[in-house]
């Protein structure tokens, strides 16, 4: 009977592991079939195409820069987010335009900023027909700190003078 009663324990205990090892591989193929058809439904869908530029434009950017120098000297840098380019006429569109000049000797730091802009790139000219919004006179944080240990007195002409148009 000792050989029987361990045979019978020895049978349970076979089944049970055979049970939890069959619920394991269960689980594990109910998760990854449920992670693939989840994937499959959340799949990311193709965002709506780019609207075709009109006949009429030569080309648009994001993202543009230029800045005019004389030597290594910098005189005015037009920063835009966005431009439009057309065919005829060979005007520009720029959009939420930021431009800094430096001045010829490099010593301001007047800032524009304006929505929209319209330059000529035959005449050279930038003309906002809305809202400008000007500093004049924004000198460089090193020019306008003092030396340490130095008397400083506050110049009115050294603050910035805001205009807007």
Not at 60 to 80: K, M, P
Not at 124 to 137: F, M, Q, R, W
Request: aromatic share 8%; glycine share 8%; charged share 20%.
């Amino acid at each position: 009977m000792g050989t029987a009663g361990l045979s019978r324990q020895s049978d349970k205990r076979r089944r049970r592991f055979t049970v939890i090892v069959a619920v394991a591989l269960a689980a594990a193929v109910l998760t990854v079939a449920g992670a693939y058809w989840r994937g499959r439904k959340h799949q990311e869908k193709a965002g709506p195409a780019p609207q075709p530029l009109p006949a009429n434009v030569k080309n648009q950017l994001s993202g543009y820069t230029y800045t005019q120098s004389e030597g290594d000297r910098r005189i005015f840098t037009v920063h835009a987010a966005r431009t439009v380019a057309f065919n005829q006429g060979g005007a520009t569109v720029l959009k939420d335009v930021y431009v800094e000049v430096f001045g010829p000797t490099g010593l301001r730091h007047d800032i524009l900023r304006t929505e929209q802009c319209n330059y000529d790139p035959n005449s050279g000219e930038l003309t906002a027909d809305g809202k400008v919004s000007i500093e004049l006179n924004q000198l460089d944080a090193v020019l306008s700190k003092p030396a340490p240990g130095a008397l400083h007195v506050l110049d009115r002409s050294s603050y910035p003078v805001f205009v807007e148009t």
